[in-house]
């Protein structure tokens, strides 16, 4: 059977017509070409987003192309959470942060030839340095951004966090315009009658940020692949006068912060497009201006995004690690005696213990590992809200743990396009006037971000709940079904 060449070329390595011709080994590669084209094609999705030649990006996501990306979804959830935790304990926070830190600094002297001192990190975190150089206050500015990042979460992606990462590199301008105001000119433009614009002309930076904007805030493209929009698309603006290229790095870092993961964002090292792939990234950059295909950048990001989470989890293990022997030198608690329950004496109580043996399990959905269970409800003392003194007098019912359990089955049973996972979190997130995330979903049933977002958008679809949108994510709130 022959292979299919556009599949061969498109899926584990996406790669350009100069990369498959050396791969072949001949220049004579047209109809092979025509096989690759014909094969993305059907794949392809259209950006609103124009080069200045007024040609729209496009994305070709292949399924090994969009299982890459959820097992990166998944993956950076997995850590997220994990450093989360450390997050609990001071020390362990403040050991790992510095190693993670570590590594993005490091990777930026790298870049700018600045020779990188260890002993400056901890200063910088702790706010400590009194004299830098003029190159080690270049660094702080950077740490400066990283804690920008941070705080990000809680905002939009809009002109106003542009700016004020662009300010962290940028002297203030004497006037309210914050963009570049002089032509950034090439050899290649020179040269070339018919040339490709390698960035942006000044008087279309403005309206190309409000495009790009606009785009990130409302598309339902992967997370991953908005990341690399904004990281190509401001580069190829360079709406500032210098360092455009990583306050575009900044700027998709704040926006996975505002995607649900503000803990590792910082850390994830897409510094080493200008280091150790930066002639990757020029190379892949020319060839996305020329043929206006965001996925060959993609496909690159995605590896470089591999490479620095097996970085990332390499120092939460380590950090976790030194956790667990220092806990090996608490001093155990005593160890609970458990009586063994008597056998049975007489023969109906043999016969309700061997019933109970041979009793099967009702088969449940049980969420994947990761996510958030609920513990079982203990015997507390019951009180009301006006006894416990609580600024809210109406609290919303709840239903017992075998109610649930009902009306998850009685989803499934007269709803059959319904999913085990999302009936699992539909019966209990159903009350009235409350709004739930596509966070909620992914935490609660422990599955990857696209997921959580189609098994939302799917139960909004079909009646269960009415999508709004509240600042710069959706929220779902439960309709009333009869």
Not at 56 to 78: A, E, F, G
Not at 196 to 214: A, E, R, S, W, Y
Not at 308 to 330: D, F, R
Request: proline share 4%.
């Amino acid at each position: 059977m022959s292979i299919n060449q556009g599949e061969r070329f498109s899926n584990d390595r996406y790669l350009t017509m100069n990369q498959v011709s050396r791969t072949l080994g001949t220049t004579l590669i047209d109809d092979i070409w025509k096989e690759v084209l014909q094969y993305r094609n059907a794949f392809m999705s259209t950006l609103s987003l124009r080069t200045v030649e007024r040609n729209r990006l496009k994305v070709v996501l292949t399924p090994k192309i969009s299982d890459r990306m959820n097992q990166l979804d998944r993956r950076m959830t997995r850590i997220q959470t994990k450093i989360n935790e450390l997050s609990l304990s001071p020390h362990y926070d403040n050991q790992l942060k510095t190693l993670l830190n570590k590594d993005i600094l490091k990777t930026v002297a790298n870049s700018y030839g600045i020779t990188f001192n260890e002993a400056i990190v901890s200063q910088l975190i702790n706010n400590s340095i009194s004299v830098l150089t003029p190159r080690e206050m270049f660094l702080n500015d950077y740490y400066r951004g990283l804690e920008l990042v941070v705080t990000s979460q809680w905002l939009s992606f809009d002109e106003k966090i542009i700016a004020e990462i662009g300010r962290l590199f940028n002297a203030p301008p004497l006037n309210n315009y914050i963009y570049r105001t002089t032509e950034n000119k090439t050899s290649r433009q020179i040269a070339l009658i018919n040339y490709i614009h390698q960035h942006v002309p000044t008087n279309q930076i403005t309206d190309m940020v409000g495009d790009l904007i606009k785009f990130v805030n409302e598309s339902e493209l992967p997370t991953i692949v908005l990341s690399a929009v904004i990281i190509f698309y401001l580069d190829y603006i360079k709406p500032f006068e210098t360092h455009s290229e990583i306050i575009a790095i900044l700027l998709a870092k704040s926006f996975l912060a505002q995607r649900e993961l503000a803990f590792l964002a910082p850390f994830i090292n897409f510094e080493l497009l200008l280091e150790r792939f930066k002639e990757n990234r020029d190379e892949i950059f020319n060839e996305v201006k020329k043929s206006s295909d965001l996925t060959y950048f993609i496909d690159l990001l995605i590896n470089i995004l591999n490479e620095s989470l097996e970085a990332v989890e390499g120092h939460v293990n380590q950090v976790l690690t030194h956790e667990i022997e220092a806990e090996k030198h608490v001093e155990d608690p005593v160890e609970e005696v458990v009586l063994e329950e008597p056998s049975p004496t007489d023969l109906f109580s043999h016969a309700l213990a061997e019933e109970k043996k041979a009793a099967k399990p009702i088969p449940v959905y049980v969420p994947k590992e990761g996510a958030i269970i609920l513990p079982k409800e203990e015997t507390v003392v019951r009180v009301s809200p006006q006894e416990a003194n609580l600024g809210i007098s109406d609290l919303p019912p709840q239903l017992s743990e075998n109610d649930i359990l009902r009306l998850e089955r009685h989803l499934r049973e007269s709803d059959p396009s319904l999913s085990k996972a999302e009936s699992f979190f539909y019966a209990r997130h159903c009350t009235m006037g409350k709004y739930y995330t596509i966070n909620d979903f992914k935490e609660v049933t422990g599955c990857a971000y696209e997921t959580a977002r189609t098994s939302m958008d799917h139960l909004a679809n079909s009646g269960y709940y009415r999508k709004e949108k509240f600042k710069n994510k959706f929220i779902y709130t439960p309709n009333k079904k009869a």
